[in-house]
């Protein structure tokens, strides 16, 4: 059972544009939820991250939404870039209360979503 | 460099043969986290460790894959006699001890098993 559904599989925008990326998880546990962004060849790194007792975090063109009622969160970039061509990754871990560092290995990836922003 | 290390970045090998994937984390890092991503996958936990200590190996196959990661030396993911399923990119992330869950990854280790 995956724990953290991602959509969609890919995604592309006019440079400009608005990325939209949306997951849903099942584990009402889970209050860590980053997203990272991995370029071809490289390995994923965290772009922006949010717990849920936020609705909104923003940083520059990135931006996360939280719905912790429909257990779901997306990332929106503004403005999007041909360099924002990459693949994005959503997690979800339990992290408050315990160990993070015990927790963080029950971290639960989406499958991914492809973004190419075209020039 | 201070981020996580990963060698080699690529390895080829014949079924059969084994794999030894190697992991240095960053610097101050007490925890390892190895994870597979096979093409147009996501990635999938395998194991997390720390010095001298398996913690959680739920996601590792339960033949042929083992993990360390000794007191002196890097982190070290062996596949014995690898088969064509195997190829995939191997990712190696660490984390402090008193961790954000911010997990730092290395640029991985793409196998090709012929």
């Known amino acids: 059972q995956q724990q953290v559904k991602q959509s969609p599989q890919s995604l592309i925008v006019q440079k400009g544009g608005i990325s939209i990326i949306n997951c849903a998880y099942e584990n009402t546990a889970f209050d860590y939820f980053p997203w990272y962004q991995q370029f071809p060849g490289k390995g994923p790194a965290l772009l922006i991250a949010?717990?849920?007792?936020?609705s909104e975090k923003k940083e520059g063109r990135f931006t996360i939404s939280f719905n912790k009622s429909a257990k779901q969160f997306s990332l929106h970039i503004m403005d999007s870039q041909p360099g924002d061509s990459a693949t994005y990754f959503c997690?979800?871990?339990?992290?408050?209360?315990?160990?993070?560092?015990?927790?963080?290995?029950?971290?639960?990836f989406g499958d991914g979503t492809t973004l190419t922003v075209k020039p | 460099n201070a981020g996580v290390m990963q060698n080699p970045r690529h390895l080829v090998r014949r079924r059969g043969q084994e794999a030894r994937l190697r992991c240095s984390p960053m610097?101050?890092?007490?925890?390892v986290y190895w994870y597979r991503q096979l093409p147009e996958e996501g990635l999938k936990f395998m194991v997390y460790?720390?010095?001298?200590?398996?913690?959680?190996e739920s996601g590792m196959p339960k033949e042929r894959f083992s993990a360390e990661f000794p007191k002196e030396g890097p982190s070290i993911l062996r596949i014995q006699q690898v088969v064509r399923g195997d190829s995939a990119a191997y990712f190696c992330a660490s984390s402090t001890q008193r961790g954000t869950g911010e997990l730092f990854f290395g640029e991985g280790s793409r196998l090709t098993v012929l």
């Open positions: 949010i717990r849920p007792d936020v």
């Open positions: 610097k101050g890092h007490s925890h």
């Open positions: 460790l720390q010095k001298e200590n398996i913690i959680d």
């Open positions: 997690a979800a871990l339990i992290g408050k209360g315990t160990r993070l560092s015990v927790i963080a290995s029950k971290s639960t």
